[in-house]
């Protein structure tokens, strides 16, 4: 592994149902990130971590939920997905010392919600 | 709260020509800037940072000066070239600690031969 590593690479599921895209990453950083891209909206932050045991709300979390329990994963989950999910979800890892903080994205996860 | 307001797309351009992408941006700290940029079916990938006023990034023929008075971060490239083709994305961070990256809506660029 060489940075970060997402999966599912994409993913159709029925609305309703769970789901959850892993995120692992291998250069020890302390923050991790999830965000959504949705077209002519960019990206947008839905949870975040700063550090092992902790998480936060971003812009948009409602119906998401994630956990840190080791430094290098960061599950993102939808409890029961509904079609306003259907989206690309990016994980991302950094440096949360003050500073200039820059991320290191994963390759995306396609979700597709029906 | 924070924003970034990055120029409406697409942009289209011929091989060489040169590129503007206006960015601007609203903090109430004094935050880092960047570019990233995003390549058909792939994750976002920093192009350039800066880290304070006056401060220009430059990477790959692309630059960009962090200018406080007019709160902007233009991303410039004097000759384009196909393999430039991507979406664009400025984005900014406080810099208190523990911060993420908040980003512009992205400018898709196009360019043909």
């Known amino acids: 592994i060489a940075g970060i590593t997402q999966a599912p690479t994409s993913q159709i599921l029925a609305a309703g149902r769970r789901m959850t895209l892993r995120c692992t990453q291998d250069m020890r950083h302390n923050a991790m990130y999830w965000y959504r891209q949705d077209l002519g909206l960019g990206l947008r932050l839905i949870h975040y971590?700063?550090?092992?045991?902790?998480?936060g709300k971003g812009e948009v979390p409602d119906g998401y939920s994630v956990s840190r329990a080791n430094t290098d994963d960061f599950p993102l989950t939808l409890a029961s997905a509904v079609p306003s999910q259907t989206s690309v979800y990016f994980c991302?890892?950094?440096?949360?010392?003050?500073?200039?903080?820059?991320?290191?994205f994963g390759a995306g996860s396609r979700l597709t919600v029906l | 709260g924070d924003s970034v307001t990055q120029m409406e797309g697409p942009v289209t351009l011929s091989e060489e020509a040169f590129l503007t992408i206006n960015c601007t941006y609203t903090a109430t700290g004094y935050p880092s800037l960047f570019w990233y940029v995003q390549y058909p079916g792939e994750g976002l990938q920093l192009l350039l940072k800066a880290t304070k006023a006056d401060d220009k990034g430059s990477n790959k023929g692309f630059e960009a000066t962090y200018r406080k008075e007019t709160t902007s971060f233009h991303l410039e490239k004097g000759s384009v070239q196909v393999s430039d083709s991507a979406v664009y994305f400025c984005a900014l961070s406080e810099w208190q600690a523990g911060t993420a990256l908040i980003f512009g809506k992205g400018t898709t660029l196009s360019v043909s031969s």
């Open positions: 991302a890892s950094g440096s949360s010392g003050a500073g200039a903080n820059v991320l290191t």
């Open positions: 971590s700063n550090t092992a045991g902790t998480t």
